[in-house]
């Protein structure tokens, strides 16, 4: 898959995984729901319930993005038919955005174009907000049919 497919395919699809790691290089992967804005990924910290009742200003996604910035997120799509299978990834540099910020402002715009879910109660934030430096993917190609099997 070229940069371009990447791409398109990462901005069409509803749900993400955002990867991160601490200081000690320990990995943490979330599911997200996103918005991308020419060359930056958006996703904001909602009002859902958190693991362990924490606060959504001590997410482990918010203090391992202050102490190492490097992510990565990915999207895919898995189908019995393997000859469908592909998945497209965004490598970057993310920082953590007050809500009240310009930039994040336009992001939970964004995002709640995007998902009706935000539109009557947007999220609160913090933003965070991913400067894509890398696009790539996979495609299947040359596996046989599973899906009769």
């Known amino acids: 898959m070229n940069v371009g497919e ?18 000690d290089g320990r990995p943490h992967v979330v599911p997200i729901v996103f918005a991308l804005l020419d060359e930056r990924l958006y996703s904001a910290i909602d009002l859902k319930p958190k693991a362990h009742g ?23 799509d898995y189908a019995e038919d393997w000859r469908q299978l592909w998945w497209a990834r965004a490598d970057g540099t993310a ?20 998902y009706p879910q935000y539109r009557d109660t947007p999220p609160p934030g913090p933003v965070i907000a991913i400067a894509v430096h890398r696009w790539s993917g996979w495609v299947a190609r040359g596996y046989p049919d599973t899906a009769n099997r």
């Open 6 to 23: 990447a791409r398109v395919r990462f901005a069409e699809a509803r749900v993400a995984r955002l990867a991160t790691a601490d200081a």
């Open 95 to 114: 920082r953590v955005i007050a809500a009240t910020e310009a930039e994040a402002v336009r992001a939970i715009a964004a995002l709640s174009d995007r």
């Open 54 to 76: 924490g606060s959504s200003a001590r997410l482990r996604r918010l203090d391992n993005i202050r102490t190492n910035p490097a992510v990565s997120v990915l999207v895919d």
